[in-house]
């Protein structure tokens, strides 16, 4: 094996003992060269000697040691004189470990290791290291052995060294960051050859432990120093940085992105929406953050998070509702559990940010997702008339809505005045209100209707077919179709009252006004169970809040016409068209007496001959109609007799005789044993004819015999002959 010691080709013989000419180490060299403070020189001789080392095909490593520690001697002399540039670049030469480096700069160093933490470094150049605690010290004491007391009042204090002390200490940072740069590049670079080759068991050196260190301190330094594009670079490459440690660094830098890449990266989404909206805010600005609040959507809607969607959706409601609500209001299909605490929380605090919001938040729970919370419905039912009311407030729209429904009275149309206001007014946003306030408290059967009545009394005289659908609700009928009658002049709707058993709005005039009206589908849909608009695949909305209603009751249907009818007799002459016309269409829902009780004497015969006529008819068919029925009902019993007493004719006669009484039955026996006797006769002289299908029953009036395909009228007459 080589020696690394020198060789020597000169002895000298004396007379006790043998000395040698030695050449002198790179070791020594170089330091003899530094105590000269022959810096320039001792690098090139450094220099010399890694070329030299370099060229063989094989490096001895305790020369690379040798060559590492000259270095390292060289560049903690350079750093002592704050000759920065040469002491970074041979550091990188002789592969300090960074951390030696950056314990002299505290403010960057922070928590990511103590002076307890061990490092390895050579025992010469721990001696040699600058004593000062940090490279500001190192640069203060310069500057007092070059300046001092040259310079008043003191070196620390005078103008012009604070600015030389300033541009070392920027120098020293840009230094570091130029060491720190390389070794880590030089890390990628023997990572990606250890990949390469597979299943080295070369061991990776003992710094490879500093790569989160380097990776933090990167991150301050170019925050601290402005190189943005190397920030990015360095947070979109993989990396080991601490976030904890850059934090308050890169917020007091403004580099809020490069913070956002860091959060995004650890999947820290609390912290990242939080820097988004002090973005929106304008507490902080950054430029290249171009549109924090899409960013939000976009992360919220990825995540999907309730809490977070809920703090965050309610946060932005406050400053921009349409955005805030499309969080709070996901577009999907899927099925959703109904959580009516967790709604009704959520939307006082919406309504506490915004009311607006809070309305359409209450819209979307009732109507898209179909809440059948009645304490949601009598809200929206309460916000619709409020909205009405707010609408009303304004002169314009309230001498229209009066115009509409005196223009409709004097018009004496077929149509309902709901077609009729819709059809006639233009299109508003109080039209789009009234409209919908009408179709949810028709639709709706959940509302309180006894809450909702007092608020439309106020404008009663223009509210009238809102005041008569809740009166409809509330069970008024009289006063319900009194409005429509009297007030409204809508006989129409009057008419489809009765024969809805009650409901005002019939869903064809719903559907109607959804095919007409922009935005009413969805409120159709819900509430009357029509699909009135068609999906992307081509089918039909689900109506999953669609009204249960059964068929209309006739007994209901008879009295609301009775009811109808009456209110048109006590409008005089005014009525009287319409009430003989409702007569003669519901002559067959309307009792012959009760109408005539209810025409006035002097009513013309020819309005009500229709009405008589056709009564007459039906009650004379079904007189005839009976008498057919019970014809063909008797025939059908005599049949039955009639093939009853062959079968008993063929079984013979059957004589029964009393039996004697042995004393020992009760009086309260009731001559059971007798019956229980002439039952069991009676069945074994019908043995043949029942075949396992005879049910032989004891009766009070003996023992009856039940075939199977005969009636009871005809078994019963059978026994009966039989007896």
Known sequence: MRSTFPRSSVLILG?????????????????????????????????KQRKKLYANISINED????????????????????????????????????????????????????????????????????TEAS??????????????????????????????????????????????????????????????????????????LSEAVVDTVLVKLYANLEKTPELYALLHEPNHVVVSEVESVLKKTGQYNALCILYKD???????????????????????????????????????????????????????PENGLKLLMPKDGGKRRERPEEDLALLEQIKEANPAAGIQYLEYLVIQRRSSSRNLHTQLAVSCIEQLRTALSQDSVSKLWRAKASSYSSSRTDIPFLSYFAATTPDSTHKHVRLKTVLFLAGSSLY???????????????????????????????????????????????????????????????????????????WV???????????????????????????????????????????????????TGRAAHLINSQAMNLDVLDVISLVPPNWPLHLMSSFLARSFRRTL???????????????????VKDETWAILREEGMIVEE?????????????????????????ALHLGDLAAGTDDIHVEDGGARSEKAGLSGEASEMGYSDLR
């Open 15 to 47: 007379p006790n003992s043998i000395q040698s000419l030695l050449p002198s180490t790179l070791i020594s060299q170089v330091e003899s060269l530094l105590d000269s403070h022959r810096i320039n020189d001792a690098i090139d001789l450094a220099d």
């Open 63 to 130: 020369e690379a040691d040798e060559l590492r520690y000259v270095y390292q001697r060289i560049g903690f002399q350079c750093f002592a004189e704050t000759r920065f540039a040469e002491a970074a670049n041979n550091f990188f030469d002789g592969e300090l470990d960074p951390r030696l480096m950056i314990s002299y700069y505290p403010e960057l160093r922070g928590a990511l290791f103590t002076s307890d933490d061990a490092m390895d470094v050579f025992a010469g150049v721990a001696e040699r290291m600058p």
């Open 135 to 208: 490279v500001e010290d190192i640069i203060v004491t310069n500057l007092v052995r070059n300046y001092s007391p040259h310079l008043s009042p003191n070196t620390r204090e005078a103008p012009s060294t604070a600015e030389l002390r300033k541009i070392l200490l920027s120098d020293a940072n840009e230094k570091l960051a130029s060491f720190l740069a390389k070794w880590r590049a030089r890390r990628q670079i023997e990572a990606g050859s250890i990949a390469a080759v597979g299943g080295s068991t070369k061991k990776a050196p003992a710094v490879d």
């Open 266 to 320: 650890r999947g820290d989404d609390v912290k990242l929406l939080d820097i988004w909206a002090k973005l929106v805010e304008g507490e902080w600005t950054d430029e290249d953050i171009k549109d924090p609040l899409s960013d939000m959507m976009a992360l919220l809607n990825e995540k999907r998070d309730r809490s977070l969607t809920q703090k965050w959706g309610l946060w932005l409601t406050k400053r921009d």
């Open 448 to 522: 309180d209707p006894a809450v909702i009545r007092p608020l439309l009394v106020e404008n009663q005289k223009i509210l009238r077919l809102e005041l008569a659908i809740v009166d409809g609700k509330l069970g008024n009928d009289r006063a319900a179709l009194s409005t429509l009658v009297h007030d409204l002049h809508d006989a129409s709707s009057a008419e489809a009252y009765c024969t809805l058993g009650g409901d005002l709005v019939p869903p064809k005039v719903a559907q109607a006004l959804a095919e007409t009206n922009p935005g009413l589908d969805l």
């Open 525 to 575: 849909s819900t509430l009357f169970g029509i699909s009135v608009s068609s999906t992307k695949d081509g089918g039909t909305r689900p109506s999953a809040m669609a009204r249960q209603k059964s068929v209309v009751d006739e007994w209901r249907k008879k009295e609301l016409l009775k009811i109808l009818l009456e209110v048109y007799m006590s409008d005089g002459e005014v009525s």
């Open 621 to 639: 068919h079904d007189r005839h109609e009976g008498k057919i029925v019970k014809t063909l009902s008797a025939g059908q019993n005599l049949e």
């Open 658 to 682: 009393a039996a004697e009484s042995d004393g020992n039955e009760s009086e309260t026996d009731g001559g059971f044993g007798e019956k229980q006797a002439l039952a069991e006769k009676l």
